[in-house]
């Protein structure tokens, strides 16, 4: 894609600071890091979503994910857990259309804040039964 910031650092077009990479995936450091290490694993094919993936790419990020996690955890960048983060469209928060998993390290104390909403009360949610045979109807 011509105009995809990621795509672009693929191709080799933009600067990155590589943390890996093989034929199908990318992973780099964050430009706008939330924490030491926050690390983005690309597929390298064009794919907006993640929904969009196929199967084999989806085991692909997240085999690397898992791989570049571990590594994280033995570096010396102390960190004691992670966040991993896949937004899905713009309305979740994807500023970039280009599926991209963040793995962001985590410590105590730590000033990382990452949004989250309320939780809906489970007394108000219309019927759970409903939502979920509703979801289910559209599982292959």
């Given at each position: ?8 650092i693929i ?37 907006p ?12 990020l ?29 309305i ?25 909403g ?10 759970f ?12």
């Amino acid at each position: 894609m011509n105009d995809c910031v990621i795509c672009k650092i693929i191709n080799g077009e933009l600067p990155s600071h590589k943390v890996y990479e093989d034929e199908n995936i990318l992973a780099i450091l964050d430009i706008f890091p939330r924490s030491n290490g926050h690390t983005l694993v690309i597929p390298k094919r064009h794919c907006p979503n993640f929904s969009d993936l196929t199967n084999e790419e989806t085991s692909n990020l997240i085999i690397a994910g898992k791989k570049i996690l571990n590594a994280i955890h033995k570096s010396s960048l102390l960190s004691q857990g992670a966040n991993l983060l896949l937004n899905e469209n713009e309305i979740a928060g994807q500023e970039i259309l280009h599926v991209h998993l963040h793995i962001i390290p985590r410590s105590a104390n730590d000033s990382v804040r990452l949004v989250h909403g309320s939780r809906l009360d489970k007394n108000k949610i219309d019927d759970f039964k409903i939502i979920s045979e509703n979801i289910k109807k559209y599982l292959n």
